[in-house]
């Protein structure tokens, strides 16, 4: 497969993670306002989060675009590292890059991200979060074991 189908199948799959990730929230906001599920030690709380990570930096303006500066960083890592076949690489980043994209969406539109995962002793998080810390690693999977994660494959 050449890079450039590579590229156009990643970008429709970011695409779908992105959608599944900004419906999840749209759910949650829609069902769980005045609702909380619970099983055990996992449930749907929803939660609204100014910050970025737990909470950090609430309320303050220059995350955003920080934030951006940050998402078109992991997304050049992933062309490059695409290009260059490293894919565990690519793959990770672009997990990332999509978790990344689906957050920065809910900061620019409502100004706060849209939290409902809950697992307890933990805290509460979304499909995003999931992404990026899947991408994160795998990303780190392919620099540890190249030859097992698809480094230059």
Same mark, same amino acid.
């Given at each position: 497969m050449n890079r450039l189908s590579a590229l156009f199948r990643?970008?429709? &799959?970011? %695409? &779908?993670?992105? @959608?599944?990730?900004?419906? /999840?929230?749209?759910? %949650?906001?829609?069902?769980? &306002?005045?609702?909380?599920? /619970? %099983?055990?030690?996992?449930?749907?709380?929803?939660t609204m989060n100014k910050g970025v990570a737990f909470g950090l930096f609430g309320g303050r303006q220059w995350v955003v675009p920080v934030n951006a500066v940050l998402g078109l960083g992991v997304c050049v890592a992933a062309i490059v590292a695409l290009h260059r076949g490293?894919?565990?690489l690519a793959h990770g980043f672009l997990l990332v890059f999509a978790g990344f994209a689906g957050n920065f969406i809910d900061r620019v539109v409502a100004g706060q991200v849209t939290d409902f995962l809950w697992v307890?002793?933990?805290?509460?998080?979304?499909?995003?979060?999931? @992404?990026? /810390? /899947?991408?994160a690693i795998l990303c780190g999977l392919a620099l540890l074991f190249p030859h097992q994660w698809g480094f230059h494959a």
């Amino acid at each position: 497969m050449n890079r450039l189908s590579a590229l156009f199948r990643w970008s429709v &799959l970011v %695409a &779908l993670m992105i @959608l599944a990730d900004q419906g /999840t929230k749209w759910m %949650a906001r829609r069902f769980l &306002l005045q609702h909380v599920v /619970t %099983a055990g030690p996992v449930g749907l709380v929803l939660t609204m989060n100014k910050g970025v990570a737990f909470g950090l930096f609430g309320g303050r303006q220059w995350v955003v675009p920080v934030n951006a500066v940050l998402g078109l960083g992991v997304c050049v890592a992933a062309i490059v590292a695409l290009h260059r076949g490293d894919r565990g690489l690519a793959h990770g980043f672009l997990l990332v890059f999509a978790g990344f994209a689906g957050n920065f969406i809910d900061r620019v539109v409502a100004g706060q991200v849209t939290d409902f995962l809950w697992v307890r002793g933990w805290s509460v998080f979304n499909v995003a979060d999931c @992404l990026v /810390t /899947t991408g994160a690693i795998l990303c780190g999977l392919a620099l540890l074991f190249p030859h097992q994660w698809g480094f230059h494959a």
